[in-house]
C-alpha cells in the first residue's frame, strides 16, 4: 500500500471511531438526559429517577469512558497503520 | 481530647490565614522553581509536559471560581435544570479529544489564531481570531478576579479592591515569570488543594445526612434519620409544599435545555485557553489521553456538585423554612451582615417564610452562598471551613493565570510577531509577551475592581462566542479539506455577529428601551431559545454559511491541502515551533 493509501485508510477508520463514538455520546446526554427524560423518569434506581441520573451523573460518567476508549482504540490504530511513535 | 478543653480551638479566621497563606508560599515556590526562558517555554511549557501534568493542569484551569463556588448554588436552585451546565461543561471534552485536540497537536503551533491564520492562509483570518480570543478571554478573566476578590474579602475581612490586588500580585508574579511553564506547575497544585477542599465538606456533609461517605451515592440513598424515605423524594415533597417545581423536574423547556447544552459544550471546546494546553504535551497520544485524564479530573468535582446541592437545599429548607427569625442559627445572622442573605418579615407574624411566590416570599439567598456556607450550615469543624476558602482562590488563581497567558500570547506573538513584526527575536518577543502579560493583569484587575454589571451575562456571550466563531472554523479546518478561507472567515463573521445581535435584543434589551424590556421579549425568542442557548442556532448558521460561500469561491492552495493531510496522521509530531 503507497503512503497516501495507507493514510486514507487510516482516517477512513479513525472517522468510524468518531462517528460511533459521538453517537454514544449523543444518546447518554441529548437522548437518555434530555429528550427521553420524563420516559426514564418512571423507571427508579435506588433514590434517583433514571433520566434525572442521567442527566446530573450517568452522562458524565460515560464521557469519561468515551475518551478512554478512544485512547484504546486509537492507539491500536497508530500501531496497524505504523503511525505510533 | 483533654487539651481541646484547655487550649482554646483555632478559629475559622486563624485557620484561613494558615492555609491560604500556604498553599500561596506553595505556588511562588513552584513558580521561582519553573520560570521560563524561552518563547517556547513560555508559550507551550516548552512542549515536554507529560499526560497527567497537563490533565491535572487542565482540570484547574477549567474549573474556576464559577466551577468551585457557584456552580452548586446554581444547581440547587435549577433542579434538574442544573444539568445543562453539568452535561455542558463536561460533554465538550468529547468534542475536544475527538474532533479538536489531536490535529492541534500535530499542527503543532502555539495559539488559537496560529491554526485559523496557517490553515486558512489569511491574514484577515488570523486577525479574526486574535480579537475573538481576546474578547473572550478578557470577559472571563473579569470574573475571575471579581472571585478572588469575593473570597478574599469575606474569608479575610479585606475589602474587595484590596482583595482583588493581592489576588492580582500573585497572579503577576507566576504567570509573568513561569508563562506557560510556571501556570502549568503551579495549576497541578491548585488542582490538588481545589478537589481536596470541594471533596472534604462534601464528604462529611453526605455521612451526616446519609450515611453513605460518597457524595455521588449519597444523594440517592434513603435519610439517614431511620425514616426510610430517600433524600430526592423528600425533598421533591418539601419542594412543592413551598410552591416550588419539583426538583428532580425543572421549569425550562426542552428544546431550550437542549440548546443551552450543546452551546456549552461546543463553547467549551472552541475555549482558546482549553485548547492551548494541549499545545503543551509531547506527542499526538498524550494529547488524546490528557483530554481523558483532563475530565476524570473534572469529572470528580462536577458528579459531586448535584449531591451537595440537593444537601445543601435540604438543609436550608429544613433550617429555615416557617422558623421564628429570632432563633435562627449563628451562620444566618453572619451571612445576613454581607447581604447576601436577607430577610423581610412581611406579615409580621416572625416566622420566616421561604416560597416560590414573590409576594409572600420573605427569604432571599444569594446562591453563591451555598457552597460557601454549606460547611458552616452543616456545623463542620473550624479546619474545613477555610478550607474551601483555599480552594475557591486555587480554582480562581488558576484560571485567571490561564486567561492571561492566552491574552498575552495573543498580543505578543499573534499581534507583535505575525503580524506587526515579524523579525523580531525570540529574546524581544519573550520581553513582548511578559510585558503584555503585565498588561493584561492591570486590565483584569481593573475589571474585578470595577465589574460591569453585566459580568455573569458576559460570560455566558463568551461561550456563545466561541461555539459561533472558532469551532466551526477548526472543525471544518481539519475534516473538511476543501474548505477555503473565504467560507471560513465568512462563516466566523456571520456567527459572531449573529450570537452579538440576539444577545443584545434578548439580553441587554438594546433595541427595545433597555434591560427592563427583556422580561417581555421572551416570547420573540427563535423556536423558544434564550440567549444562552442561541450559541447552538449561531454555530449552524456558521456551518451553513461556510459551506455554501465555499462552493461558490475557489479551492484553497495544494500546500494548504497537504498542511491538512498532515495533521490527519499522528506520527512525526515534531516540537512546537514558531515557523
Same mark, same amino acid.
Given at each position: ?85 | ?78 433542579? #434538574? ?12 471534552? +468529547?468534542?475536544?479529544?475527538?474532533? @479538536? ?21 489569511s491574514k484577515t483570518a488570523r486577525i479574526v481570531a486574535v480579537i475573538c480570543?481576546?474578547l473572550v478571554s478578557f470577559t472571563y478573566v473579569a470574573g475571575q478576579m ?10 479575610? /475581612? ?92 425543572? &421549569? ?9 447544552? @450543546? ?47 440537593? $444537601? ?12 421564628? *427569625? ?17 430577610f423581610t418579615d412581611k406579615n409580621n407574624d416572625g416566622l420566616i417564610q *421561604? ?8 427569604? +432571599? +439567598? ?9 460547611? /458552616? ?47 523580531? &527575536? ?27 454589571? $453585566? ?24 475534516? #473538511? ?24 435584543? $434578548? ?38 454559511? &461556510? ?12 500546500? +494548504?491541502? /497537504? ?17
Amino acid at each position: 500500500m503507497s503512503n497516501q493509501q495507507n493514510a486514507k485508510a487510516y482516517w477512513k477508520e479513525n472517522i468510524k471511531y468518531v462517528l460511533f463514538l459521538l453517537t454514544i455520546w449523543f444518546l447518554v446526554s441529548y437522548g437518555a438526559g434530555i429528550i427521553f427524560k420524563d420516559a426514564l423518569n418512571t423507571i427508579k434506581i435506588g433514590g434517583f429517577k433514571l433520566g434525572f441520573w442521567f442527566a446530573q451523573q450517568g452522562s458524565m460518567y460515560v464521557f469519561v469512558i468515551l475518551i478512554f476508549v478512544y485512547v484504546r482504540l486509537m492507539n491500536k490504530l497508530d500501531k496497524k497503520y505504523g503511525y505510533d511513535e | 481530647m483533654m487539651n481541646s478543653v484547655l487550649i482554646e480551638p483555632i478559629g475559622v479566621q486563624m485557620w484561613t490565614y494558615i492555609l491560604v497563606g500556604l498553599s500561596f508560599s506553595l505556588y511562588i515556590g513552584i513558580a521561582i522553581w519553573s520560570r521560563a526562558s524561552s518563547t517556547k517555554e513560555f508559550y507551550v511549557a516548552g512542549g515536554g509536559v507529560s499526560p497527567w501534568a497537563n490533565g491535572m493542569a487542565t482540570a484547574a484551569d477549567w474549573m474556576s471560581a464559577a466551577s468551585f463556588i457557584s456552580m452548586a448554588g446554581i444547581i440547587s436552585f435549577a433542579g #434538574y435544570d442544573g444539568a445543562v451546565y453539568l452535561m455542558g461543561w463536561t460533554g465538550g471534552y +468529547v468534542l475536544l479529544a475527538l474532533l @479538536l485536540a489531536p490535529y492541534l497537536r500535530k499542527f503543532g503551533k502555539f495559539t488559537v489564531p496560529d491554526f485559523i491564520g496557517d490553515r486558512y492562509y489569511s491574514k484577515t483570518a488570523r486577525i479574526v481570531a486574535v480579537i475573538c480570543a481576546l474578547l473572550v478571554s478578557f470577559t472571563y478573566v473579569a470574573g475571575q478576579m471579581r472571585g478572588v476578590g469575593i473570597v478574599f474579602s469575606r474569608f479575610l /475581612e479585606v475589602d474587595i479592591t484590596t482583595g482583588v490586588i493581592i489576588g492580582m500580585l500573585i497572579v503577576l508574579f507566576y504567570a509573568v515569570l513561569g508563562g506557560m511553564k510556571g501556570i502549568t506547575y503551579t495549576q497541578v497544585a491548585q488542582y490538588c488543594v481545589l478537589i481536596f477542599a470541594f471533596m472534604v465538606p462534601a464528604i462529611f456533609i453526605s455521612i451526616q445526612m446519609t450515611g453513605n461517605p460518597i457524595p455521588q451515592l449519597g444523594f440517592g440513598s434513603e435519610l439517614s434519620d431511620g425514616s426510610g424515605t430517600y433524600l430526592l423524594d423528600k425533598l421533591d415533597g418539601l419542594s412543592t409544599e413551598l410552591g416550588f417545581a419539583e426538583y428532580t423536574e425543572g &421549569s425550562k423547556s426542552l428544546i431550550d435545555v437542549f440548546a443551552i447544552t @450543546l452551546a456549552l459544550m461546543v463553547g467549551t471546546a472552541g475555549l482558546p485557553h482549553v485548547i492551548v494546553r494541549f499545545f503543551t504535551v509531547k506527542r499526538v497520544k498524550d494529547a488524546r489521553k490528557s483530554a481523558g485524564i483532563a475530565l476524570l479530573l473534572i469529572v470528580i468535582l462536577y458528579t459531586t456538585a448535584p449531591a451537595v446541592a440537593v $444537601f445543601a437545599r435540604t438543609n436550608l429548607i429544613e433550617t429555615v423554612s416557617n422558623k421564628p *427569625y429570632n432563633k435562627v442559627p449563628e451562620w444566618f445572622k453572619k451571612w445576613e451582615t454581607t447581604g447576601l442573605i436577607t430577610f423581610t418579615d412581611k406579615n409580621n407574624d416572625g416566622l420566616i417564610q *421561604y416560597v416560590a411566590n414573590k409576594e409572600q416570599n420573605e427569604l +432571599v +439567598v444569594d446562591r453563591d452562598i451555598m457552597v460557601l456556607a454549606n460547611p /458552616e450550615i452543616a456545623k463542620l469543624p473550624n479546619w474545613v471551613i477555610a478550607l474551601v476558602a483555599a480552594g475557591g482562590l486555587a480554582a480562581a488563581l488558576s484560571t485567571a493565570a490561564g486567561l492571561l497567558l492566552v491574552i498575552s500570547s495573543s498580543v505578543s506573538h499573534d499581534l507583535i510577531k505575525k503580524i506587526i513584526n515579524p523579525k523580531i &527575536s525570540d529574546k524581544s518577543e519573550l520581553i513582548a509577551a511578559r510585558l503584555s502579560a503585565v498588561g493584561a493583569v492591570c486590565v483584569a484587575g481593573y475589571f474585578g475592581i470595577n465589574p460591569p454589571g $453585566f459580568v455573569a451575562a458576559v460570560v455566558a456571550l463568551a461561550f456563545g462566542l466561541a461555539a459561533a466563531s472558532f469551532f466551526p472554523a477548526i472543525v471544518l479546518g481539519i475534516f #473538511y479539506k476543501k474548505m477555503n478561507k473565504e467560507g471560513a472567515i465568512a462563516g466566523m463573521i456571520v456567527g459572531i455577529t449573529a450570537m452579538l445581535l440576539y444577545m443584545l435584543k $434578548f439580553k441587554f434589551g438594546i433595541f427595545d428601551g433597555g434591560k427592563t424590556a427583556v422580561a417581555g421579549l421572551k416570547g420573540d425568542w427563535w423556536f423558544g431559545i434564550s440567549p444562552e442557548g442561541f450559541g447552538t442556532i449561531a454555530m449552524i448558521l456558521n456551518f451553513i454559511v &461556510s459551506i455554501v460561500i465555499m462552493k461558490f469561491t475557489k479551492a484553497p492552495p495544494k500546500d +494548504v491541502q /497537504e498542511i491538512v493531510e498532515n495533521i490527519r496522521i499522528p506520527s512525526g509530531t515534531g516540537e512546537a515551533s514558531s515557523h
